[in-house]
């Protein structure tokens, strides 16, 4: 089955680590050309691309990564990696960047099924089980939402309160007794290691979704994935980015994972903005160290945020303080807003956050008066939670290569954009 257009392109490019300027060059079409090629094949002004191009792409892949791709990619030599083939996703430690581009790619091809323009039902019959003990909204109901998308239902619980560990159940046994009824558990848990925990006493798949203040694979996964979808579009690629990460750097677990994942980029610049209190654990500072990035750390917001590429916002996350931990040194100046924008001397800045962002007074968390532009990418991110986490049940359950030739035209009507203000990047490819 021939792989669809956009999802081909971009992996092509992906893999040979080139922006489109530079990949439309190196397949002598013109750039024009290429972003009409890949686009979404329900927009107005997709083209096909003709088949002497697909061949040629399919050539230089082959030439350039072909006999060496199982060792060695154009990322260079990669360190061994534990995803996917392993059983348990708890942190993203388990990928090397060849991992993390394959499931990238797969991510592309479940774009169709997200959009609901395209179904699939690959899983159908499989069950997961949601188990959340500490708030989500967009975490658990986007695992649901990939699950139902590749034909699966969803068992949810919510909260301690409402489950049995309220009577004193141990984790062991509540891993043991849902294990019985799904085929997949995702696991959030206000405590570190206790996701691991559930996963030590199951043969079923578990995935890390929020660990205390641990880590939090898929959202850096998808946070990373929208980063480069949105690079794409703008002509950069990650290695050589100027990133800023925002806010409550100490506890945020998205933060930690993101680290980790950019770790196996090349040449970063990374901006750690936080006040003192709240700084990135000394050993995720070294660890970005030692894969050669240049790391700055302050805790003034305008002087960070100037040149970069990304400003990656974070929520203060009051529920981990102990006791004796206040917000100062944290105020008015971390708010990411229009100015602070204005202050990074770029035009095309990324904006991102994992969301949820703090909207009440005095949070001053990541502006909404920059709702209606267009460098907020916080949607997308969101959206983009939708393929990526397919893509991990894919691999997971092992219906990856199923997914391409399963498709069908949905049957339903729904809006080209889900939100008010999304026709701000209707290119968006
Ligand atoms: C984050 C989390 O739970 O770690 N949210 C999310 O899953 N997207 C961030 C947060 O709570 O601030």
Redesign the pocket.
Request: no cysteine; net charge positive; aromatic share 0%.
């Given at each position: 089955m021939i792989q669809a257009q956009q999802a081909f392109l971009r992996d092509a490019m992906r893999r040979l680590n080139l922006t489109r300027e530079a990949f439309a060059e190196r397949i002598g079409s013109r750039k024009r050309a290429l972003d009409a090629w890949l686009l979404p094949d329900e927009s107005a002004e997709f083209r096909a691309m003709p088949e002497v191009v697909r061949r040629f792409v399919a050539e230089i892949l082959s030439r350039e990564l072909g006999a060496s791709m199982s060792t060695q990619s154009v990322h260079g030599a990669a360190p061994q990696a534990d995803w996917p083939g392993t059983v348990h996703l708890l942190s993203v430690s388990q990928f090397n960047r060849d991992a993390v581009e394959a499931l990238f790619a797969l991510a592309d091809v479940m774009q169709p099924i997200a959009r609901r323009r395209k179904v699939t039902r690959v899983l159908e019959g499989a069950v997961l089980g949601n188990l959340f003990f500490e708030a989500?909204t967009?975490?658990r109901v986007s695992f649901g939402a990939a699950f139902c998308r590749l034909g699966g239902a969803v068992c949810d619980t919510t909260g301690f309160t409402f489950s049995s560990m309220a009577k004193g159940e141990s984790i062991y046994d509540t891993s043991r007794v849902i294990s019985g009824y799904v085929d997949v558990l995702v696991v959030r848990h206000p405590e570190q290691g206790a996701v691991a925990e559930f996963a030590r006493a199951t043969h079923i798949p578990v995935i890390n979704g929020?660990d205390g203040p641990g880590e939090?694979p898929t959202?850096a996964l998808l946070d990373l994935y929208t980063l480069q979808r949105e690079f794409s579009r703008i002509g950069k690629l990650v290695d050589g980015a100027h990133i800023a990460l925002v806010g409550d750097l100490k506890y945020?677990?998205?933060v930690h994972s993101l680290v980790k994942l950019l770790a196996l980029y090349r040449g970063l610049k990374i901006s750690l903005i936080a006040p003192p209190a709240l700084a990135l654990p000394a050993e995720l500072v070294a660890l970005a160290a030692s894969a050669g990035h240049v790391i700055e750390q302050t805790s003034a917001l305008r002087e960070g945020v100037r040149g970069a590429d990304v400003v990656y916002a974070?929520?203060i996350?009051k529920e981990r303080f102990g006791t004796d931990e206040t917000l100062d040194g944290h105020g008015a100046d971390f708010e990411v807003n229009p100015a602070v924008l204005a202050a990074t001397g770029k035009p095309d800045t990324v904006v991102m956050h994992?969301?949820?962002r703090d909207s009440r007074p005095g949070s001053f968390d990541l502006s909404v008066d920059l709702n209606t532009d267009a460098r907020l990418a916080i949607f997308r991110q969101t959206d983009n939670g939708v393929p990526v986490r397919m893509a991990l049940f894919a691999q997971m359950l092992g219906v990856d290569a199923l997914v391409q030739r399963s498709m069908r035209d949905a049957t339903w009507r729904s809006p080209a954009q889900v939100g008010v203000d999304d026709a701000l990047l209707a290119d968006e490819a």
């Open positions: 989500s967009r975490t929020g939090h959202q945020g677990r998205t974070t929520r996350q994992p969301l949820p």
